[in-house]
């Protein structure tokens, strides 16, 4: 049974550049959430996806956009890159239930996205 | 979401239990305590989650007083490969559990030989 995988491992981009991560769920798994997480700093929250909709969303400008495809995998989209961009990008995947039990979330190894 | 503080580091010889401190003030009724881990380049891992009195499973201990407003994450007999920065969250992670995650800067634990 495969975790959280996310593609690719490390990337580098210029400053104003776009770019494309991917991430596929536990299987099982219908919640897919990103997170931020900068160097010595705990991850940050970036938008949730549900049923291939943004559900919630963190302190995070537009530029950031995602998508969720019908078989759960995610997409996070990152569009006029700044030097501050530069982090560790996780994926993580839960399972939606109403006040069932807990679903913890699976987090992905991430991808480290490097802004020169 | 209730704030956490918890110590930025410790270090602790093999073999020692560990046990880290986490406060939580405002810890409000609906609140879970939800500890994770994470090594370097890797995505945090969920350890251990309560909501009061004492929770072990195999990995660790999770002791809650009665007020709620502080909780200790306890590591027995660490080896090297227990060196990681633990997390401890504060929120609705129960009955919402697909509730953001609210990460602080964790403590980096060391385990020395």
């Known amino acids: 049974d495969a975790g959280v995988t996310q593609s690719p491992t490390h990337l580098i981009k210029t400053r104003g550049q776009q770019v494309t991560l991917r991430c596929s769920p536990k299987?099982?798994?219908?919640?897919v959430s990103w997170y931020q997480q900068a160097l010595g700093q705990g991850p940050q929250f970036i938008f949730q996806?549900?049923?291939?909709?943004?559900?919630q969303r963190g302190n995070f400008p537009d530029r950031f956009s995602g998508h969720q495809f019908p078989n759960y995998s995610s997409e996070l989209n990152v569009n006029a890159l700044l030097l501050g961009d530069s982090a560790l990008y996780l994926c993580?995947?839960?399972?939606?239930?109403?006040?069932?039990?807990?679903?913890?979330?699976?987090f992905g190894q991430g991808t480290r996205l490097t802004v020169v | 979401l209730a704030k956490t503080t918890q110590p930025i580091s410790m270090d602790s010889y093999e073999g020692q239990e560990v046990n880290i401190t986490c406060s939580h003030n405002?810890?409000?009724?609906?609140?879970?305590i939800t500890w994770y881990q994470q090594f370097p380049s890797q995505g945090p891992r969920f350890i251990i989650q309560?909501?009061?009195t004492k929770v072990t499973n195999e990995v660790a201990s999770l002791f809650i007083p009665a007020d709620r407003k502080s909780s200790t994450l306890s590591l027995p007999r660490v080896s090297l490969s227990d060196t990681a920065v633990y997390y401890c969250?504060?929120?609705?992670?129960?009955?919402?559990?697909?509730?953001?995650?609210?990460f602080g800067k964790g403590t980096r634990l060391s385990v020395i030989a």
């Open positions: 993580a995947s839960s399972l939606t239930r109403d006040r069932v039990l807990n679903t913890e979330a699976f």
């Open positions: 299987s099982g798994h219908d919640t």
């Open positions: 996806y549900y049923e291939e909709e943004e559900r």
């Open positions: 405002n810890i409000a009724t609906n609140d879970y």
């Open positions: 309560g909501y009061k």
């Open positions: 969250l504060v929120g609705d992670y129960f009955n919402s559990g697909n509730t953001p995650l609210v």
